[in-house]
């Protein structure tokens, strides 16, 4: 079983900036992909910004240039910086990652960020 866990969340003001941290926990052998989605009231979860195969980064194009995203594998840890909210990235925010052995992926539990002044 893999375990993820999301810290970093909270209210911010526009403008502001906040970050995440999602760790991992398990018996992990590799982790293919981890990152970032989202979801807020009445709309389709979302992806946020990934590391993909390949050690590829990808980002909503909502958020890029504004998020960026950090990782130590060896640690099983993975960091979104967020700079310049604005209050339509408020939403729950969920971590992610594809492991192997497993060859499944995982879901942190979500943590709230709301932007409002």
């Known amino acids: 079983q893999v375990q993820l866990v999301e810290s970093g969340g909270g209210l911010v003001q526009p403008g502001g900036s906040l970050t995440l941290s999602c760790v991992t926990s398990g018996s992990i052998s590799r982790i293919v992909t981890m990152g970032w989605y989202r979801q807020a009231p009445g709309k389709e979860r979302e992806l946020v910004a990934i590391?993909?195969?390949?050690?590829?980064?990808t980002y909503a194009d909502s958020v890029k240039g504004r998020f960026t995203i950090s990782r130590d594998f060896a640690k099983n840890t993975v960091n979104l910086q967020m700079s310049s909210l604005k209050p339509e990235d408020t939403a729950v925010y969920y971590c992610?990652?594809?492991?192997?052995?497993?060859?499944?992926?995982?879901w942190g539990q979500g943590i709230q960020v709301t932007v409002s002044s």
């Open positions: 992610y990652a594809f492991t192997r052995p497993q060859n499944t992926g995982s």
């Open positions: 590391f993909t195969s390949g050690s590829t980064t």
